[in-house]
């Protein structure tokens, strides 16, 4: 069984910055790519960020420039630095990972969502 807990979402003015967590746990064969979806009220999941297992990364266009994501391999675990937030950026984030229970297999699991406001 494999778990994904997220943290760091929360309350934050036009401007300033929050960083989510993601980590991965349970029977981890390999990580793969791991990314960020939000999901903005009334509006289909989107991705924010995604990093492969190499350090590759790709970002949304509303990311660029604002937004870092980063992996901690040793811990499995990957970041969401979000600098210079705006009202747009609110939603419900999910950490989302494939990965490998065994040599063989290639799973995809989600966390269960953090929640980030930003207020003007």
């Known amino acids: 069984q494999v778990q994904l807990v997220e943290s760091g979402g929360g309350l934050v003015q036009v401007g300033g910055s929050l960083r989510l967590s993601c980590a991965a746990s349970g029977s981890i064969f390999s990580l793969n790519a791991m990314g960020w979806y939000r999901q903005a009220p009334g509006k289909q999941r989107e991705l924010v960020a995604v990093?492969?297992?190499?350090?590759?990364?790709n970002y949304a266009d509303s990311a660029k420039g604002r937004f870092t994501i980063s992996r901690d391999n040793a811990k499995n675990t990957v970041y969401l630095q979000m600098d210079s937030l705006k009202p747009e950026d609110t939603g419900v984030y999910y950490c989302?990972?494939?990965?490998?229970?065994?040599?063989?297999?290639?799973?995809?699991?989600w966390g269960q969502g953090t929640q980030v406001t930003v207020s003007s």
């Open positions: 990093i492969r297992s190499g350090g590759g990364t």
């Open positions: 989302k990972a494939e990965l490998s229970t065994t040599p063989s297999n290639i799973q995809y699991y």
